[in-house]
């Protein structure tokens, strides 16, 4: 068997930094070698998540005692907040240049810097990075991200969206000025850090729309909906908060751009993915439900008509923890690093 890879999470205490452990252990070509949480920093992993008590870890350090070159690692998980990654990846990639990077926040998902600045709030602090790297939905540019230094692994709302709709954009067959995206995700993708509106009392027994109007992956939407289009788009999106751990549920509505049919719609998706291993597509006038994909690293896409013609109904849903964030992330390594696929991610939803 060959060398196993070294890799690094940095950002361990979070949930796509646990996510990515959780994976990570049972990938047979993987070794966890650095693990890095600054506020835990001493601790052992199982300090902060017992679920790891029985496996042997790293201890937790800080982010800033880490010698990058020593190191050696081959493949570094980035799981940081926005805006603090930019500079922690520029002095690793500077230190160890011949490691490779998957990035799970946005700092690196925007190709216009000035779009980041925008929609982030704070110029960019490393633009020449920017440059290079690669935006990692791993179904639209697998072959880009087997060559890539450094992976920008997308949102989980936007990969969640996406995947249905890019097969329509590109086959030019929905009317790329009426697009809406009604989204639903779980308390996960809000993150770990303790938040006053985040506790049981304040989200349980109903749920909200947040970010209206203006959320940050409207960025990363238009962005690669542009892209497939070949002209600019800007698409309708609206978030909601449920109470529930793990999901993301999308409802999209979409027109035809001439004659087609909500049929047609899912021949084109079927036959985008059918040899996707971790895209499956409903049968017609099937919906998604996110129990069916909970910690699985599959998206499940159903197609329905409308009642009004010349409209359908497109349904998208995922785990945002593995598939939106920690399940892509290890898809992502396993291409840059030479593995199969699907190594490490071929779990089964849990259900119920």
């Given at each position: ?28 070509q993987?070794?966890?070698a ?5 506020r835990?920093a ?56 011949a ?16 779009a980041?600045?925008?929609?982030y ?18 179904e ?59 506790l049981?009392?304040e ?36 978030p ?33 993915y ?6 499956h ?14 910690g ?57």
């Amino acid at each position: 068997m060959a060398r196993q890879a070294k890799v690094g999470v940095l950002g361990a205490s979070g949930y796509t930094g646990s996510e990515l452990v959780r994976l990570l252990l049972r990938h047979p070509q993987v070794e966890i070698a650095l693990l890095t949480a600054d506020r835990r920093a001493g601790q052992a992993m199982r300090d902060v998540f017992p679920q790891f008590s029985p496996f042997a870890l790293p201890t937790l350090v800080s982010i800033d005692g880490v010698d990058w070159k020593a190191a050696a690692l081959d493949l570094v998980f980035c799981a940081l907040p926005h805006a603090t990654t930019q500079k922690v990846i520029a002095a690793l990639l500077a230190a160890a240049p011949a490691t490779k990077v998957v990035d799970l926040s946005a700092d690196f998902r925007l190709a216009d810097t000035n779009a980041y600045a925008r929609w982030y709030g704070g110029e960019h602090s490393a633009p020449h990075l920017q440059t290079e790297a690669v935006y990692g939905l791993v179904e639209v540019y697998r072959d880009e991200i087997k060559k890539a230094r450094l992976v920008a692994n997308p949102g989980c709302y936007t990969t969640c969206a996406q995947l249905p709709l890019i097969p329509l954009i590109r086959k030019g067959v929905i009317a790329l000025d009426d697009i809406v995206i009604d989204a639903k995700s779980g308390m996960t993708g809000a993150g770990r850090a303790a938040k006053e509106n985040m506790l049981f009392s304040e989200v349980s027994e109903g749920f909200h729309a947040y970010g209206v109007g203006h959320h940050r992956h409207m960025a990363e939407l238009d962005q690669e909906f542009s892209r497939a289009a070949g002209r600019d788009v800007v698409v309708t999106f609206t978030p909601h908060l449920l109470p529930m751990n793990r999901g993301i549920l999308s409802t999209i509505y979409v027109r035809a751009s001439a004659q087609q049919k909500p049929e047609d719609f899912h021949a084109i998706i079927a036959q985008a993915y059918a040899g996707e291993p971790f895209v499956h597509v409903l049968p017609f006038g099937e919906m998604p439900q996110t129990r069916h994909v909970r910690g699985s690293n599959m998206t499940f896409i159903g197609v329905a008509k409308d009642r009004k013609p010349g409209r359908a109904i497109i349904g998208s849903a995922l785990d945002n923890l593995v598939k939106g964030a920690s399940g892509q992330a290890v898809q992502n390594m396993n291409l840059m690093l030479g593995f199969p696929e699907t190594m490490g991610l071929e779990q089964i939803a849990l259900f119920p």
